[in-house]
């Protein structure tokens, strides 16, 4: 009879561990690349290569401390959406939009970038490493036909570019590389 209680006692015990571990907080996601913050005559001119109007929302994905975000709500009075895992330069970017007064256009999610819903995306600024640029394409190809994708330094891999130009930032004397795509985006042809 004694054996009878003891097991029920053994699984409950080892089924309230496991529910125990499964509820446990997780560390949060850290960024895929570290914050290298891009000059603001190359956020102006990535802007402009976009075309943006009113009537865009863009998105800067890994947005480090909201300056496209900003940028684009004020100079155009588009929506604009930032997503950032750093909580730090989430707050950073915050306080710019409040402090512009533009929390009616502007926004940054504290989100990973791969789980950013792109569907009503018209323009998407980029400054990842290919790699990411390329784990991010069916998420890209959800955004409506017509849409802009501009991308620093790094292309998308596997696809083909509209337009690629090399411009020199007169705030760091630099060249950068900047690359346009157009939604729905275009397969590299390979050359035979």
């Known amino acids: 009879m004694l054996r009878g209680w003891l097991i029920p006692v053994v699984l409950l015990t080892a089924v309230d561990i496991v529910v125990a571990e499964d509820a446990s907080p997780r560390p949060p ?34 947005c480090g401390d909201g300056r496209f975000v900003v940028t684009a709500a004020k100079k155009f009075g588009c929506r604009s959406t930032g997503y950032e895992l750093d909580p730090q330069l989430v707050a950073t ?17 504290e989100q990973d970038i791969f789980t950013a819903d792109l569907a009503d995306t018209t323009v998407v600024m980029l400054f990842l490493l290919p790699k990411l640029n ?14 802009r994708i501009i991308t620093h330094e790094f292309d998308i891999p596997g696809i083909q570019a509209d ?14 590389l900047l ?10 042809l390979d050359k035979k």
């Not at 970017?93 to 999610?109: F, M, Q, S």
């Not at 346009?180 to 590299?188: D, F, G, Q, S």
């Open 29 to 62: 996601k850290k960024p895929d690349v570290g914050y290298y913050a891009t000059t603001q005559d190359v956020v102006d001119k990535m802007l402009d290569l976009a075309k943006v109007t009113k009537k865009d929302h863009v998105c800067d994905l890994g």
């Open 93 to 109: 970017g915050r306080t710019k939009i409040r402090e512009a007064g533009l929390e009616k256009l502007a926004k940054i999610e």
């Open 134 to 147: 390329a784990r991010l394409v069916p998420q890209l190809q959800k955004m409506p036909p017509g849409s």
């Open 163 to 176: 337009q690629e130009l090399t411009w020199v930032s007169k705030q760091d004397d630099s060249e950068h």
């Open 179 to 188: 690359f346009v795509y157009t939604i729905p985006l275009k397969p590299m």
